[in-house]
């Protein structure tokens, strides 16, 4: 049978690819398998649509492209600017003008994850197959949704602050140095025969109060010997929260964070003096999802591997007889 | 007869590495620069041996790790550290100072002419322009200077270095371990610079051992450890490999233009790969020994690590192949990433410490080796579609069946190259959760391991549902060439982030021009196939 001119160099024979997709989804679905019957329902087609590779493909397309010119923007106009544009964003805007005019361009990273984590669902569940064989698959994607979920709670939820502390200092309190919020006073002034009081206000970092305090005893730098290049830093705080009868040391340095009440320590710096510790606090309610996506994909990645080495096995086997 | 040729070529090459690796024996009367450079020495913040510490200086300065003086005679790197230290006199006319920019040259109203290298002694008088123009030219960013700008900065550099040498080891004010105060190290070194000056080479060698012994007792694991990484400094073990590589690759070529050789010159090149292998793995191991650290910790390492990889599992891939491309692949990998790392060596210590954040051992082999495995396994099924698409459309040679068997290599090696992507990216995540408060960050190189992972599972969802066949695959591969090369060492060009470790600006144009290259192997893929000479049309 002649080959036809537009056929890959080497034309699949019976030994095709088979990738353990094959074994999960309906081949109803599959693109170049026979087209869906016209009778089909319009729920249907739009079901199909929705959980098609296709719009998969899409999807990781233009995440590349996002990705991509992101970083490349990111030189120009900084990490965190670039993210709340880019990535962070339903659409990307363009501005226009100068009248504040801006047209969307891209759809911005939430809208992308977003429809990813609909499509992936709808994959799922509109092509589900209880094979153990495609168990491997389902919970490698169960785990990319995880982490596209968890990667949207943590953008709207999570809460990240600062505490400078000085040897020897306590404090009750950390701040966002990025957000400043006015606070005033009322002030008497009592002078011979009357009294006034006006108000003064002034600009200070937005305070997050904590119901327990923070002291630190000792804030350690070690650097590699002769030199500039930090080795290791840690602080040792003293945890004091009367509301539950805490009262105790620990010790917080790089790599090494401290959990307490909902919100995580981080070591991230000291201040210009080098004797005040610099900490990051973060609130984060969705910090699990990561770790549950971690556990699944591990899982998942493991079956998925197995199997299809085993099937290799069988085929080089079954060749070779 | 033709059947020993391989055994042949391996022993010569053994021969020859014997030959390269021989240590000349010592007169009576000269000095004993190798004892004078195994002892330790404290330079940023790591006990090194004066050895490594005059080769990276000699390094950053001149550009090569020996100096070919005037009169024909080379000196190596220990050699003219100690002429630094001990004979300023001397030393202030070897030609060490590499200025090859007009503009800076007409400086000092010179005219560029045969020489490049220029001594302390000949710079001495316009010192104080050097430092004006240095200091003007380094209040503009780095990109954007000028190439007069980048060279005044680096000469300018230069000299900040060898003379931060004399200072660290001067007689008299001899800096050591144990805080200031009269030493019995000042006095040995004393003493040497007298001997040496003098030329009494008894005394100084004497002493030499004395002070090589003082450091035992002192602290004995650096001793030792600064006597293994002169060896591996003399073995080089990571240059030879680079030569053995193109050696290696020049076999293959041959076993394919060669007619009646093609199994003999094959088998030569495997027995080459293996030796280059064998000399990259105890290199590797070697460096690991002696930072006590996984074999990933900087950008020169990893692009070693990336060598290493793409070599063992090339190797792993011609098994199964059998026709040169997998010994091809490696040896080009191999040859290539060296060469990067050599360019990379340039600017120091390739040992150095490392800075807090990156201070455990844990993460660094678990996300960082997954990670560079993934690399490796994209640059090989880059490699082997770009054996592909080439072979396809200017040589007959590729059959359905050998496409089919590159074309099932590529794909299982691409899977390889997700899994470990994949994986290496969370568990990337994960450390930065422990590490920095937040799972993923954007930043420039976490992007670039999102983007190697996104195109992963693109190729792999393309290819399950039949949007690509044989050649989409092919191409598809070869652009992941492209996006591995952005997210290794595009995004380090950046500047931005916590993962800057390492401006190259001089290798931009390279990375330019290897992306074309891949871009325009892509665009030749795309002809169609009854054009490619290969095509089952033109088999008939």
């Known amino acids: 049978m002649p080959q036809r001119a537009d056929q890959d160099i080497g034309k699949p024979q019976d030994v095709k690819y088979r990738g353990c997709g094959d074994v999960l989804f309906d081949d109803v679905n599959s693109s170049k398998a026979a087209h869906a019957p016209p009778h089909r329902k319009r729920t249907h087609r739009i079901l199909d649509l929705v959980s098609s590779i296709k719009l998969t493909i899409v999807c990781l397309s233009a995440a590349m492209v996002l990705v991509f010119v992101g970083t490349l923007a990111q030189e120009r106009f900084g990490n965190a600017f670039v993210q709340e544009w880019f990535f962070k964003s339903t659409l990307v805007w363009w501005p226009l003008g100068n009248q504040g005019f801006r047209i969307p361009i891209f759809p911005g990273g939430h809208l992308l994850g977003a429809i990813l984590v609909v499509n992936l669902f709808a994959a799922q569940v509109h092509r589900f197959r209880w094979e153990w064989r495609a168990m491997g698959l389902h919970l490698i994607h169960t785990g990319v949704i995880l982490i596209l979920l968890g990667g949207l709670l943590t953008d709207l939820l ?14 009750t309190y950390s701040e966002d140095t990025r957000r400043m919020e006015w606070i005033t006073m009322d002030q008497k002034s009592s002078g011979v025969g009357h009294v006034t009081a006006f108000p003064t206000a002034y600009l200070r970092p937005v305070r997050y109060e904590k119901p327990y305090r923070i002291t630190l005893q000792k804030f350690t730098r070690e650097y590699y010997p002769g030199t500039e290049i930090p080795k290791a830093f840690s602080s040792h705080i003293t945890l004091s929260d009367p509301t539950r009868g805490v009262n105790r040391d620990v010790v917080i340095s790089m790599n090494h964070p401290f959990r307490y009440d909902g919100e ?58 | 007869m033709k059947r020993y040729v391989p055994w042949f070529i391996l022993v010569l090459v053994a021969a020859w ?11 009576l009367n000269d000095f004993d620069f190798r004892k004078f450079g195994e002892i330790p020495m404290l330079e940023n913040g790591r006990l090194k041996p004066i050895d490594t510490v005059a080769r990276n200086a000699l390094l950053i300065i001149r550009g090569r790790q020996n100096l070919r003086l005037d009169n024909g005679k080379t000196l190596s790197a220990t050699q003219w550290f100690t002429d630094v230290i001990f004979n300023e006199v001397e030393a202030n006319k070897h030609p060490v100072f590499c200025i090859q920019n007009p503009e800076v040259l007409g400086l000092f109203g010179w005219t560029q002419y045969n020489r490049k290298f220029f001594s302390h002694q000949e710079l001495e008088p316009y010192f104080w322009k050097i430092e004006e123009q240095a200091l003007l030219a380094e209040r503009i960013e780095s990109a954007r200077r ?10 300018r550099n230069a000299l900040l270095v060898y003379q931060e040498l004399r200072r660290n080891l001067q007689p008299g004010a001899a800096r050591d371990l144990w805080g200031g105060g009269v030493s019995p190290i000042g006095v040995v070194y004393t003493t040497m610079g007298e001997a040496y000056r003098t030329n009494h080479a008894e005394v100084f060698n004497y002493e030499a051992n004395t002070l090589a012994s003082l450091m035992m007792r002192l602290d004995p694991m650096a001793a030792s450890k600064a006597s293994k990484e002169t060896l591996f400094n003399h073995i080089a073990p990571f240059y030879r490999c680079l030569e053995l590589y193109l050696f290696a690759f020049l076999l293959i070529c041959g076993s394919w233009l060669v007619e009646g050789w093609t199994k003999y010159l094959n088998r030569s090149a495997l027995f080459i790969l293996l030796l280059a292998l064998t000399l990259h793995t105890c290199g590797l191991a070697a460096r690991m020994a002696l930072q006590g650290r996984p074999p990933v910790t900087n950008l020169y390492s990893s692009a070693v690590f990336i060598g290493w990889g793409t070599v063992f599992m090339g190797l792993i891939a011609e098994r199964f192949l059998r026709n040169g491309i997998g010994l091809a692949c490696s040896s080009m990998v191999g040859f290539a990433t060296l060469v990067i790392a050599h360019h990379l060596s340039a600017t120091g210590d390739t040992l150095e410490m490392l ?7 844990f993460w660094l082999t678990t996300h960082v080796v997954t990670i560079t495995l993934g690399y490796s396994a994209m640059f090989l099924a880059g490699m082997l579609a770009m054996f592909y698409i080439v072979r396809g459309v200017f040589t007959r040679s590729l059959a359905p069946e050998a496409a089919l068997a590159l074309a099932r290599m590529t794909y299982g090696i691409l899977c390889f190259a997700a899994l470990f992507s994949f994986i290496g990216t969370i568990l990337g995540g994960i450390w930065a959760d422990q590490c920095w408060g937040r799972f993923w960050g954007w930043d420039p190189k976490e992007n670039g391991a999102l983007l190697i992972v996104l195109w992963c599972a693109i190729i792999l969802h393309a290819k399950r549902d039949g949007y690509i066949q044989q050649r989409g695959l092919m191409v598809m591969a070869l652009f992941g060439n492209v996006v591995t090369s952005f997210s290794w060492f595009g995004v380090n060009m950046l500047g931005v982030g916590l993962h800057s470790y390492g401006f190259m600006e001089k290798a931009l144009p390279w990375l330019i021009g290897f992306i074309g290259s891949q871009l325009a192997l892509m665009v030749l893929a795309a002809i169609p196939v009854k054009r490619w000479r290969s095509s089952p049309e033109n088999h008939r």
């Open chain 2, 355 to 361: 800075q807090a954040v990156l201070n455990t051992n």
């Open chain 1, 264 to 321: 995580t320590f981080y070591q991230v710096g000291f201040g210009r003096d080098g004797l005040s510790s610099i900490l990051l606090v973060v609130s984060n309610p969705g910090f699990a999802a990561p770790y549950l996506a971690c556990a699944a994909l591990c899982l998942g990645l493991l079956i998925q591997f197995s199997i299809q080495i085993s099937g290799y096995m069988q085929r080089t086997a079954a060749l070779t007889k």
């Open chain 1, 158 to 171: 999570s809460v990240e602050s600062q505490m400078q502390i000085a040897q020897g200092e306590t404090k």
């Open chain 2, 17 to 27: 590495l014997m030959l390269n690796w021989r240590i000349p024996k010592r007169q």
């Open chain 2, 146 to 155: 000028s190439p007069y700008e980048t060279a005044i900065c680096n000469l």
